[in-house]
């Protein structure tokens, strides 16, 4: 299994621009989270979804932010319009229902300029 | 409010000693608690679990200790080696099938040769 793919890995991009990021879960898992690394809060939980469905979204910063999951092998998280405070690394990640953890994605790096 | 903590940023050890990472918590229904090492540019790696009916749990060179009534649980790496050289995060759930796993914000774990 090619694990957690994520794309792009890198983004740059203007203040203002909209901003999509990529994430194929691992087969079979019916959980997929989307996570922001930043240096001052660490990982943040920003959306999850099971089985395809939006469970708590409670972390998605703004309305700028929003999350989709069209299919079990496909979401996206949209930023529109992009401000520099959300340059982070974007993670996304998978899980079957069990609690052995998750499995995560290499990342995307975004900077925001 | 952070409810996970994990309050030494950074932590410098010799090759070959032990390793001690210690993670509090402020949830008392946090109940399943994970540990993920993460290298630089990828993403956070399963590393080893507890549940809050056992006290430690043990992986080869890794131990996790869990101290319910101290909220407080800690890693331990024996002996430690370069390769363990990582960010270290912790993360809490609560419920029998909790999936809204909260991490705290890491402590980076270098392992002097």
């Known amino acids: 299994d090619a694990g957690v793919i994520q794309s792009p890995r890198h983004e740059v991009t203007e203040m203002g621009q909209e901003v999509t990021l990529r994430c194929k879960p691992i087969s079979g898992h019916n959980s997929l989270f989307w996570y922001r690394q930043t240096m001052m809060r660490g990982l943040e939980l920003l959306i999850y979804?099971?089985?395809?469905?939006?469970?708590?979204d409670s972390g998605m910063p703004e309305d700028r932010f929003s999350a989709k999951m069209p299919n079990a092998s496909f979401s996206t998280l949209k930023i529109q319009p992009s401000e520099p405070r959300d340059s982070a690394v974007y993670f996304c990640a998978s899980s079957l229902t069990q609690r052995y953890g998750y499995t995560f994605g290499s990342g995307t790096r975004l900077t925001v300029v | 409010d952070q409810q996970v903590k994990q309050n030494s940023p950074s932590l410098s050890v010799q090759e070959g000693r032990i390793s001690i990472l210690n993670c509090d918590y402020t949830n008392s229904m946090f109940d399943y608690f994970l540990w993920y090492k993460k290298y630089p540019a990828e993403g956070p790696t399963f590393l080893i679990s507890i549940s809050s009916i056992k006290d430690k749990n043990e992986d080869g060179r890794f131990t996790v200790f869990l101290n319910k009534s101290a909220k407080h649980l800690s890693l331990h790496i024996v002996p430690s080696q370069p390769g363990d050289s990582a960010v270290y995060f912790c993360?809490?759930?609560?419920?029998?099938?909790?999936?809204?796993?909260?991490f705290g914000p890491g402590t980076r774990l270098s392992v002097l040769p």
């Open positions: 993360a809490a759930s609560e419920g029998d099938y909790g999936q809204n796993f909260v």
């Open positions: 979804f099971n089985n395809n469905v939006p469970i708590d």
